[in-house]
Every structure is written in C-alpha cells, then in structure tokens.
C-alpha cells in the first residue's frame, strides 16, 4: 500500500501527558499537512510543510503542539501536557510540490485524552 | 475557524434514488474538492474541480464549480448501499505562500441509503 500512514491509529492517554503521532507520506509527494477533526465537525487545519520547511501553523495549534518534519519525509505531532480538549482525529495528508495539489489523506490517530 | 456551509446536513434515501448537495462560501476560492469519509477512517477523494463552470464526473458522481466560485454541487446517480458515508466539500485558494495550500472543510452531508 503506497498510500499515506499514520501511527498509532488509536491512543488513549491521561491528562497532562505527551503524546507524539507519525505520519508517513506518499513517497513523492513534497508537501504534508495535519488537520484535526472532532465530532460532527469537517476536518481543521494545523501546519504544513514543504519538504522540512513548516510554512504555516493554524491559530489551533497552540503552543503545546509541536511539529516536524526533520528530513523531509515522514513528520510528527506532539502534543504536551494534554488537555481533555486535545481529544480529536489527527489527520494527515499529502501532496505533490507541483500539479494539481490534490491532498490524501491518511487513515488518522484516534487521541482520546481522560 | 472558518467552516463553509454544507447542506444538507443529513440525507435518508432508498436505493437506486439519486442525491444532490452543495457547499457554499463567503469567499471565492479557485479549488474545490468532494471527499467521502467512513467511520474512523480518513477522508477519500472524490472530485477535484479547478476551473469557475467546470463540471467534472466519477462514475455516478457528478460534481460542478459554481461559476461565482463560492459554491459547489456534488451529485451521485442510482444511489447504493456502499454510498452511506459523510460526505465533505473542501475549497483551496491555490497560489503563492503557505497559506494558500490549506483546504477548508464543510460541516459534512450525513447520507444514508436504504436498501
């Protein structure tokens, strides 16, 4: 399967723990994106990357969530010192630097924060 | 954030009966895309549309840029029970600098098809 991955799928953790999730990429694809989604709600955009450069962060993206993306391949999310707030999927997709952009999107990381 | 209006929210209809929706914005965008999600699972992509007027089909799925590029159609003819799924519009203001990458979402189309 060639397409976008994200582990782990699912992850349960207590209130003001870190949790770190991994996206890997389709392999050709330069630009990687994480949105979060809640309940009832379209996904949100968080940061983006081109290659290892993160080009834009959302104002969702509060400073206990960190973000990279070291060689340009695959990239993780961390989140510190959770909230019960923080309980969302964490969605990641991809795309090409050039061309039609389109994004796909990975399976997602189930967070649920007790 | 900002969340374009999706309606409707929810649909129950019989098979073999055909759907339509639509996705409308504030503001113009010059990239619309439908995507299909299942239950714990990332969204799929449908249809992307790149042009104001264009319309652009799937198989069953017929999907249209509306020409004031606010708003978009997604249709699907002869539905069946595989359809069920949320249904999302996102729109996407391609051009220079990181933000114009970012893809806005619809709240979702709920649809449900009755065998």
Redesign the interface.
Known sequence: DTG?S?NPRHKITKRGQNVTFRCDPISEHN?L?W?RQTL??????LT?F?NEAQ??K???LSDRFSAERPKGSFSTLEIQRTEQGDSAMY?C?S?EFAG?????????T?LTVL | ?Q??N?SPQSMFIQEGEDVSMNCTSSSIFN?W?W?KQDP??????LI?L?KAGELTSNGRLTAQFGITRKDSFLNISASIPSDVGIY?C?G?L?GSG??N????????TLLTVNP
Request: zero cysteines.
């Open positions: 976008v994200q630009r994106y949105y009832g709600q379209g996904p949100e955009f983006y081109q080009l834009e959302s104002r969702l969605l997709a795309s039609s952009n389109e994004q796909f999107f990975g399976p997602g189930r | 954030g969340q374009l999706q990239t895309l995507y714990g699972e990332g969204p799929v992509l992307a790149y999302f996102a996407q391609r990181g933000s990458y970012k893809l806005t979402f619809g709240k979702g």
